[in-house]
């Protein structure tokens, strides 16, 4: 069989620079369509070094092969994808007991569904899928029926028609369901681990071309999740290399599982998994703009109001159905810019309950819409209208159940300027109504920004009248052409200079910089009440945006979210800006921390009971922005401080980190760690098979 091959084809990832390739030059792309040749790939030598990638969104070099890159979903969308929703398992290999188990009343409520689908299928593609109700056809086309039908025919219930969510995602979908819960991929969701926990069973094709069915021993599919007999008839066949070539695991410490969920490419190709699903239900939000030194110390008490505030307050919004679960979900926004003399930092504080399905979900029509095409050769699956394909959803203020015409201004400020020009234009309003009223109007920003009193602003009066000369030269400037990342670092510059021989000038500068930094993230932090099906809310990337999320770089450290050094992390964050903002740098963004429970993934981040990620992403465009992130990185490498970084973002990580981190601290090569790699041993044949062996994982010790 003729697998499609590229070469010398360039390879990049989703945020490096468009404008270089990565990779000018691999040897070789491969483009495998099925489980077929997967294994044919993996069994033939001539193609060297191996590692499958996802949609290149993981901004460490985990997705990078040393000769042939194996893609499971064309990050162009021109070739396709192994996208395929699958049903030969999922019913069919079911264990009979466990199907038994499942016409149960109860099972649904308390178990969910299942979901099997090849490696290539994206997160949203996912959830529109799972959205859908099964028309329950009990004679399908291609004779195979779904879930949903077959418990139907068999069991006489329709428990299993959906619809279905997930029950935790993280902020975008556009990975590939492998490519994110290989790495740890999260949401905020602080009841229950990264996406790897919703893995039930993977199937793995390793260096040499032997396949592995590994299944999750788990209680909730007792006696066991497949039927070996009914595995065998559909995965040992020659096709796939006899049923020598074919290897079920499933043992009680799920030894090999709980080490392959997370692995970074290292263990082999996995061509599917199957998933657990939950009733679709939709997500209750509140947002409230807060002071960052007013409330961090509760972030170390998991019984403050951070964590269990109650969904309906008096006076506040009433979700229109019922709320079903206490506080679910939390996330701090922390601006990195000071305000009040460099004293203080706002911060967005998002909380989030789980509300019961209404009738007509907001979002639904937003995020996934219409049914385009039944199937669509490309990503072998349906394809609808707004899925992976639209602004992020946004509700309509005057009518909260029914989402805003207009995108996201945010989002706007990628494709045009309009969001940025309206907060300069807010700042140089507020700047000339205190110069020309000689100080007595005082605005709301500026207030913010500076502590009055001692006068030292008044002093600022003349050079922050050519302050304003600058800003509105910056906005005459404006170039709806320009990156989001260009227009900041115009500004910066013009406002931030360190060689600027005037103190007075270059104080104002700082001032104008902060203040409009503070605009923005206000705006972009206000408070919000909304109410939308669970993907409209957890999924809020911009899919038209193309500006912003180009030459990019982004860290993200996890801490036990009761830990002191976590708050010292954030705080040594906030001090490196104010010693950047007087050389004349600046990091556009913010810390986000976001808050989980823990994982079973052997080297998955989320250790503690309650872990709390802090991310840091910048625009490499503005100077400062690398350099925070760089200094977030060294610092959360510091033994002292004892971070964690998320395999799928900027990672540094040296084997020694690894052990210091995973180990066993009396012999770090045991512990979690030393469990992974005798796991890897198993698959690899101690090590002599290293095909999957890279750059990446040789630096990070991911070997056997
Ligand atoms: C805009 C954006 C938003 C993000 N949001 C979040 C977030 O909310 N939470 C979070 O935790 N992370 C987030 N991330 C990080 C992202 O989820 C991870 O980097 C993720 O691993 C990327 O998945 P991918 O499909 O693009 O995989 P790739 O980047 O292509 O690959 C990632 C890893 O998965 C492995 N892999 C991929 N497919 C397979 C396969 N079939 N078999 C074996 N290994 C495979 C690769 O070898 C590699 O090691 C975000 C990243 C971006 C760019």
Redesign the pocket.
């Given at each position: 069989m003729a697998i499609e091959t590229v070469l010398g084809a360039a390879w990049t990832?989703?945020?490096d620079d468009p404008r270089d390739a990565l990779i000018p030059s691999t040897p070789r792309i491969v483009y495998p369509k099925s489980l077929a040749e997967l294994i044919e790939i993996c069994r033939d030598e001539n193609l060297g070094r191996l590692?499958?990638?996802?949609?290149?969104?993981?901004?460490?070099e985990?997705?990078?092969?040393e000769e042939t890159f194996?893609e499971?979903?064309d990050?162009r969308n021109q070739r396709q994808a192994?996208g395929r929703t699958l049903k030969h398992v999922v019913p069919h290999c079911l264990h009979p007991e466990l199907l038994q188990r499942m016409s149960e009343p109860s099972f649904v409520q308390d178990h969910g569904s299942l979901v099997h689908v090849e490696?290539?299928k994206?997160?949203y593609q996912l959830y529109a899928e799972l959205d859908q109700v099964d028309p329950l056809d009990l004679q399908p086309p291609d004779g195979v029926q779904t879930l949903g039908a077959f418990m139907l025919a068999n069991f006489g219930t329709t428990a299993f028609e959906g619809p279905w969510g997930m029950e935790t995602?993280?902020?975008?979908g556009?990975?590939?369901?492998?490519?994110?819960?290989?790495?740890?991929?999260?949401?905020?969701d602080f009841d229950c681990g990264?996406?790897a926990d919703s893995v039930v069973a993977i199937h793995?094709v390793a260096d040499g071309g032997a396949h592995y069915w590994i299944e999750s021993s788990d209680e909730r599919y007792w006696p066991q999740l497949t039927d070996d007999d009914r595995m065998r008839e559909v995965y040992g066949t020659d096709e796939f290399g006899g049923d020598e070539n074919f290897h079920i695991v499933r043992t009680r410490d799920n030894a090999l599982f709980d080490a392959a969920v997370v692995?970074?490419?290292?263990?082999?190709?996995?061509?599917s998994v199957v998933l657990r699903a939950l009733p679709q239900y939709a997500r209750y939000e509140r947002r409230r703009l807060h002071v960052w030194q007013d409330f961090k110390h509760q972030i170390l008490d998991r019984n403050s109001a951070l964590y269990r505030d109650a969904a309906i307050v008096p006076g506040g919004y009433v979700p229109s159905t019922q709320v079903t679960s206490p506080q679910r979900f939390l996330q701090v926004a922390v601006s990195l810019t000071p305000h009040l003399n460099f004293q203080r930092n706002l911060a967005g504080v998002t909380k989030q309950w789980k509300l019961r399905l209404q009738d007509d979900p907001p979002g639904r029509a937003e995020r996934v819409g219409d049914l385009v095409t039944d199937f669509d050769p490309l990503i072998q699956a349906p394809r609808f209208a707004n899925a992976g394909n639209n602004f992020s959803y946004r509700f309509d203020p005057d009518d909260p159940l029914n989402g805003e015409d207009d995108p996201d201004p945010i989002a706007l400020a990628c494709s045009n300027g309009s969001f940025l020009a309206g907060i300069i234009e807010a700042a140089i309003n507020e700047i000339e109504d205190f110069v020309s009223s000689n100080g007595t109007v005082v605005g709301a920003g500026i207030a913010a920004i500076a502590a009055l009193g001692g006068g030292g602003l008044l002093l600022l009066i003349p050079a922050l009248l050519a302050i304003l000369v600058i800003l509105r030269a910056l906005l005459e400037a404006f170039d709806a052409d320009d990156r989001f990342g260009e227009h900041m670092e115009n500004i910066k510059n013009s406002l931030l200079d360190p060689n600027e021989p005037d103190p007075a000038k270059r104080a104002a500068g700082l001032f104008a910089w902060q203040l409009i930094v503070y605009l923005g993230f206000q705006a972009q932090q206000s408070d919000r009440d909304y109410e939308a099906i669970s993907y409209a809310v957890t999924d809020q990337?911009d899919y038209r945006n193309i500006s912003c999320?180009v030459n990019?770089d982004?860290v993200?450290v996890f801490f036990d979210a009761v830990d002191q050094r976590l708050i010292a992390f954030v705080d040594a964050l906030l001090a490196f800006e104010i010693m950047q903002e007087f050389q004349g740098r600046a990091c556009v963004g913010y810390a986000s921390l976001?808050f989980m429970g823990p994982t079973r993934a052997k080297i998955g981040?989320q250790r503690h009971p309650t872990t709390c990620?802090v991310?840091v992403a910048c625009l490499k465009d503005v100077s400062g922005g690398q350099e925070m992130v760089d200094y977030a990185a060294r610092l959360a490498l510091n033994p002292n401080i004892g971070g964690i970084l998320?395999?799928?973002?900027h990672n540094d990580a040296t084997a020694a980190d690894i052990e210091r981190l995973f180990g066993d601290p009396t012999s770090p090569t045991n512990g979690d760690l030393g469990a992974w790699r005798q796991a890897l041993a198993e698959v690899t044949g101690f090590g002599s098979r290293d095909r999957?062996s890279s750059d990446?994982t040789r630096r990070t010790g991911l070997e056997p």
């Open positions: 990832r989703k945020h590692k499958a990638a996802g949609s290149h969104w993981a901004l460490s985990a997705a990078i092969s194996i499971t979903h990050p192994m490696a290539g994206r997160v995602a993280g902020n975008a556009g990975q590939t369901i492998v490519g994110a819960f290989s790495t740890g991929t999260h949401g905020g990264p996406i793995l692995a970074a490419g290292r263990f082999g190709v996995i061509y990337k999320e990019v982004s993200e976001r981040m990620s991310e998320h395999w799928g973002q999957f990446f």
